[in-house]
C-alpha cells in the first residue's frame, strides 16, 4: 500500500517553524522521534507530522527525552548553540495522513506547506511499510529520511 507523504531535509529553520507554527510535540520518543497530529491537511485532515531521528539515535547528554526538540528549538531561536547539532538529532520531518485518511499528494503537499509556511523538499507516494520493516531490521541503524527521499524521487 502506497501512502501520500511529504518530506523536509533537516534545517534550523525547519525546527523553528515547527515551533512556531505548532508548539511542542505532542510526543517524543526514546528513539528520538518526534511527533505532531494536527488537523491541517486538506479538507483539515488529520496530518502526523514526524520529526525522525538519525540512524543511531542518542539522546544528548543532561537532556530528557521530552525535553530535546524544545531545547533545540529555544536555543536556535535565541541564538544559542542547541544542545546538539540538529544533524546529529535528526534527519528530516515526514507529514502524511494521519489515520489512513485517504488524500492526494498534491492536496496534501499544497496543505502541509500552507500550514508549515515551508515547502517540502519532495513529495508523493511511498511504501511506508517496506522502510519501516528496514528501519526495525536495523534497529534505527538506516534512516528513514532518506529511504522516502530514495523512493518520492525515484
Known amino acids: 500500500m502506497l501512502t501520500p507523504t511529504c518530506v523536509w531535509r533537516i534545517s534550523d529553520d525547519l525546527i523553528v517553524a515547527l515551533e512556531q507554527r505548532f508548539g511542542e510535540p505532542t510526543d517524543a520518543y526514546v528513539n528520538g522521534s518526534q511527533v505532531w497530529i494536527i488537523d491541517n491537511g486538506p479538507a483539515d485532515v488529520a496530518i502526523e507530522w514526524r520529526l525522525h531521528p538519525v540512524a543511531g539515535y542518542q539522546r544528548p547528554s543532561g ?23 540538529l544533524g546529529l538529532l535528526w534527519d528530516g520531518l ?4 494521519a489515520f489512513g485518511d485517504e488524500v492526494e499528494p498534491a492536496p496534501l503537499a499544497a496543505a502541509v506547506t500552507t500550514a508549515l509556511g515551508l515547502a517540502p523538499d519532495a513529495s508523493g507516494l511511498v511504501d511506508h511499510e517496506a522502510i519501516a520493516d528496514e ?19 525515484a
Open 135 to 153: 528501519w526495525e531490521r536495523s534497529r534505527g541503524g538506516v534512516s528513514i529520511i532518506d529511504r522516502l527521499l530514495a523512493a518520492l524521487t
Open 94 to 97: 515526514e507529514a502524511f495522513a
Open 63 to 85: 537532556v530528557e527525552t521530552d525535553d530535546v526538540f524544545p531545547a533545540a528549538a529555544l536555543a536556535l531561536q535565541s541564538g544559542d548553540v542547541p544542545p546538539a547539532d
